[in-house]
């Protein structure tokens, strides 16, 4: 397998639209097995024990079975970075047509939090907004600074917050008037079955590349047993589209999921169209991958990190 992985293996380097975690290029391991594309795409300073699992969900999307799917289309959000004007704001919205929720980076500076959440507002007033912070808050920053986006925006405007602190223990303590999603408390744990969310979180987010693919997804969502948001990790379509299949076979889907972020891509190997707020099932034939080739040392770079990820893989199967 490992041997198929490498021969058909394509390194790009897609450019982004916005700077996205500080990425201006995204790169991208693509290749194929008898099943179709796979992607392996860890963020670069990730470790082998994590990109492992991000090999594994190539490796189900190339070489692995898809289960039972429930739906064939799902409902997707807006994802608006950390950007400030108005401009930007309204450039970045206008490529999700038909979306009825945004989610909304926030937690660097509370003034520049509420003017975003404003700009979004004044782009689509019936708009209904998740916030990110990405664990960057300490408890009583985030009671504080949600006290106040709350009374200034009113407490309907909002679907949820996501990791408004990091650990699972402040997740715990904290006391907030909307529910509050859990992301990296899972993502990021050795163990993602045993951590006990109870208490802590009332909505889960799974990524299918970062938790290993579709199968492991589906049964940590089983084991949690809370509603699903499934998200993405800024993947290429063909990351993406495993997304929305896990999206597709979950038993109940009440979220939209935040699997649109191709469109922070400048250019993408496929196109995913969002038509009416919603995104379709489909299989991915990447495209025009010639264009976006990294340079002949990254591509060594990535079999390299490649090798590594198997043996951990393998290990662990
Ligand atoms: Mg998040």
Same mark, same amino acid.
């Given at each position: 397998?490992?041997?198929?992985?490498?021969?058909?293996?394509?390194? /790009?380097? #897609?450019?982004?639209?916005t700077n996205f975690r500080s990425v201006t290029k995204r790169e991208v391991a693509l290749f194929k097995g008898p099943s179709g594309w796979g992607e392996f795409s860890p963020f670069l300073e990730y470790g082998k024990d994590e990109a492992a699992y991000w090999l594994g969900a190539?490796?189900?999307?190339?070489?692995?079975?898809?289960?039972?799917? @429930? *739906?064939?289309?799902?409902?997707?959000?807006?994802?608006?970075?950390?950007?400030?004007?108005?401009?930007?704001?309204?450039?970045?919205?206008?490529?999700?047509?038909?979306?009825?929720?945004?989610? !909304?980076?926030?937690?660097?500076?509370?003034?520049?939090?509420?003017?975003?959440?404003?700009?979004?507002?004044?782009?689509? %007033?019936? /708009?209904?907004? *998740? #916030?990110?912070?990405?664990? +960057?808050?300490?408890?009583?920053?985030?009671?504080?600074?949600?006290? @106040? !986006?709350?009374?200034?925006?009113?407490?309907?405007?909002?679907?949820? !917050?996501?990791?408004?602190?990091?650990? #699972?223990?402040?997740?715990?303590?904290?006391?907030?008037?909307?529910?509050?999603?859990?992301?990296?408390?899972?993502?990021?744990?050795?163990?993602?079955?045993? $951590? %006990?969310?109870? +208490?802590?979180?009332?909505? /889960?987010?799974?990524?299918?590349?970062?938790? +290993? +693919? !579709?199968?492991?997804? /589906?049964?940590?969502?089983?084991h949690h047993n809370l509603p699903i948001v499934v998200s993405s990790a800024l993947e290429s379509a063909v990351g993406i589209s495993q997304g929305i299949k896990l999206a597709a076979a979950l038993p109940q889907l009440n979220y939209a999921c935040g699997l649109a972020t191709g469109?922070?891509?400048?250019?993408?190997?496929?196109?995913?169209?969002?038509?009416?707020?919603?995104?379709? $099932?489909?299989?991915?034939?990447?495209?025009?991958?010639?264009?976006?080739?990294?340079?002949?040392?990254?591509?060594?770079?990535?079999?390299? *990190?490649?090798?590594?990820?198997?043996?951990?893989?393998?290990? *662990?199967?």
């Amino acid at each position: 397998m490992l041997n198929e992985i490498l021969a058909t293996l394509q390194v /790009l380097s #897609l450019p982004t639209r916005t700077n996205f975690r500080s990425v201006t290029k995204r790169e991208v391991a693509l290749f194929k097995g008898p099943s179709g594309w796979g992607e392996f795409s860890p963020f670069l300073e990730y470790g082998k024990d994590e990109a492992a699992y991000w090999l594994g969900a190539g490796i189900e999307a190339a070489f692995g079975e898809l289960p039972k799917l @429930q *739906r064939d289309e799902i409902e997707i959000n807006a994802t608006l970075p950390a950007v400030d004007s108005q401009i930007d704001v309204e450039r970045i919205l206008s490529w999700y047509p038909g979306a009825k929720v945004v989610k !909304i980076k926030v937690g660097d500076d509370l003034e520049a939090d509420l003017n975003r959440i404003q700009h979004a507002i004044n782009f689509n %007033d019936n /708009l209904k907004i *998740r #916030l990110d912070v990405n664990g +960057g808050w300490s408890v009583k920053q985030a009671e504080d600074s949600i006290a @106040q !986006i709350v009374q200034r925006f009113g407490l309907e405007r909002f679907e949820y !917050i996501e990791q408004p602190v990091a650990t #699972l223990q402040e997740l715990k303590e904290l006391n907030l008037p909307i529910p509050v999603a859990g992301d990296e408390v899972i993502r990021k744990a050795k163990d993602p079955f045993s $951590v %006990d969310l109870q +208490g802590a979180v009332d909505i /889960l987010m799974l990524k299918v590349s970062p938790l +290993g +693919g !579709i199968a492991r997804s /589906l049964a940590i969502a089983k084991h949690h047993n809370l509603p699903i948001v499934v998200s993405s990790a800024l993947e290429s379509a063909v990351g993406i589209s495993q997304g929305i299949k896990l999206a597709a076979a979950l038993p109940q889907l009440n979220y939209a999921c935040g699997l649109a972020t191709g469109k922070l891509l400048s250019n993408d190997v496929a196109e995913l169209p969002i038509i009416a707020g919603r995104m379709k $099932v489909s299989e991915v034939h990447p495209t025009g991958m010639l264009n976006f080739q990294a340079a002949p040392e990254r591509i060594t770079w990535w079999k390299n *990190r490649i090798r590594d990820s198997f043996e951990v893989w393998q290990a *662990r199967n």
